[in-house]
């Protein structure tokens, strides 16, 4: 597989470099894998620190700057980062009012997000946690106990990030960021592998003609395999599979999300199934995000994420966001 890279082994870090050069409002620390807003600490904000495995980007450090993140701590690729990368991103962006974490649900992120929650609140820094578990695909997968965290981190990572910057408590924002998880399910559909810079090659065998439906953004296996379907015919199935497990009474946030080497032409075609699919289910729409903001390296395929919000979810979605991935009304 050709890549844009130069060898496997400084990938992550060539990358920090890149985005230290490419946005002068953040601070990067290449050495510590450490990202933070340069103005971090603000005086009594709740900061909220997220982080994970390489290769999903903008997730997360691309999400971090006014509106969301306050910092993120990215691992090598598909792997957790360690406990020291977010101690040191808490204790960066700390200003006495707290500090949220948001973890997705992978067994590495989980016991590494733990055992850091422990290190700074022995440090004296409060720590809550909001565990994103939003994929209704399978129960168990190869990394997860429980429902993969997917799509729904940044429905998360905005809302909590919007609660956080109008400066409301740690607890407050905490709760919002658990109704945000709780109100969203999310579906994925492979239509090609992905290839990590180490192996060089498809990390899982899809043969051509064949979709995998429900898959994970590491590639984890989802509910079946089938022949090729049309984008319609795979929108009815991801949507249809995401009601199956959700009746929203009131309107949702719709992400149709690339999974990294979806274009957006496809990816534009595809909501038009999306939403044609929620209009006949009767499902009111509020607000749509489409394009590659929850990848897996060069991954083809998409998801779908649906988050059922009422009038204070809603106006936090729109507030304002500045940082590298989102941004708007800034």
């Known amino acids: 597989m050709k890549m844009l890279i130069n060898v496997p082994e400084t990938v992550v870090a060539d990358a920090l470099r890149g985005m230290a050069a490419a946005h002068p409002e953040l601070t990067v620390d290449v050495d510590n894998r450490v990202i933070v807003r340069r103005d971090a600490p603000v005086e009594g904000k709740v900061a909220l620190v997220s982080g994970g495995g390489s290769g999903h980007e903008p997730l997360h450090g691309g999400f971090v700057g006014p509106g969301m993140l306050s910092a993120a701590c990215p691992g090598e690729v598909f792997t957790s980062p360690v406990p020291d990368q977010m101690l040191r991103a808490a204790a960066a962006v700390d200003s006495g009012a707290g500090v949220l974490f948001v973890v997705?649900?992978?067994?590495?992120?989980?016991?590494?997000?733990?055992?850091?929650?422990?290190?700074?609140?022995?440090?004296?820094?409060?720590?809550?946690?909001?565990?994103?578990?939003?994929?209704?695909?399978?129960?168990?997968?190869?990394?997860?106990?429980?429902?993969?965290?997917?799509?729904?981190?940044?429905?998360?990572?905005?809302?909590?990030?919007?609660?956080?910057?109008?400066?409301?408590?740690?607890?407050?924002?905490?709760?919002?960021?658990?109704?945000?998880?709780?109100?969203?399910?999310?579906?994925?559909?492979?239509l090609g592998a992905c290839s990590t810079p180490a192996k060089g090659s498809p990390t899982f065998d899809l043969p051509?003609?064949?979709?995998?439906?429900?898959?994970?953004?590491?590639?984890?296996?989802?509910?079946?395999?089938?022949?090729?379907?049309?984008?319609?015919?795979?929108?009815?199935?991801?949507?249809?599979?995401?009601?199956?497990?959700?009746?929203?009474?009131?309107?949702?946030?719709?992400?149709?999300?690339?999974?990294?080497?979806?274009?957006?032409?496809?990816?534009?075609?595809?909501?038009?199934?999306?939403?044609?699919?929620?209009?006949?289910?009767?499902?009111?729409?509020?607000?749509?995000?489409?394009?590659?903001?929850?990848?897996s390296l060069d991954m083809a395929g998409a998801s779908v994420t649906l988050c059922q919000v009422d009038g204070e979810l809603l106006r936090l979605w729109d507030a304002p966001v500045r940082t590298a991935g989102l941004r708007w009304g800034i």
């Open 208 to 295: 051509d003609g064949e979709l995998e439906l429900g898959v994970g953004i590491h590639g984890e296996p989802g509910r079946e395999r089938r022949p090729m379907m049309t984008s319609g015919e795979i929108a009815e199935f991801a949507v249809d599979a995401i009601l199956d497990d959700m009746s929203p009474r009131n309107p949702v946030l719709v992400l149709v999300n690339g999974m990294g080497a979806t274009p957006l032409l496809e990816l534009y075609g595809f909501n038009a199934e999306v939403q044609r699919v929620l209009t006949a289910r009767g499902v009111a729409v509020a607000r749509t995000l489409v394009g590659n903001y929850v990848t």
């Open 104 to 190: 997705k649900n992978y067994t590495g992120d989980v016991l590494n997000f733990d055992m850091a929650a422990e290190l700074a609140e022995d440090e004296g820094i409060r720590i809550a946690k909001v565990l994103v578990d939003d994929d209704v695909a399978v129960t168990d997968s190869l990394y997860t106990a429980g429902r993969r965290g997917t799509g729904a981190t940044l429905f998360v990572e905005k809302i909590a990030g919007a609660a956080a910057d109008e400066g409301q408590p740690l607890e407050r924002v905490e709760a919002t960021g658990r109704q945000v998880n709780e109100s969203s399910r999310s579906f994925g559909v492979a």
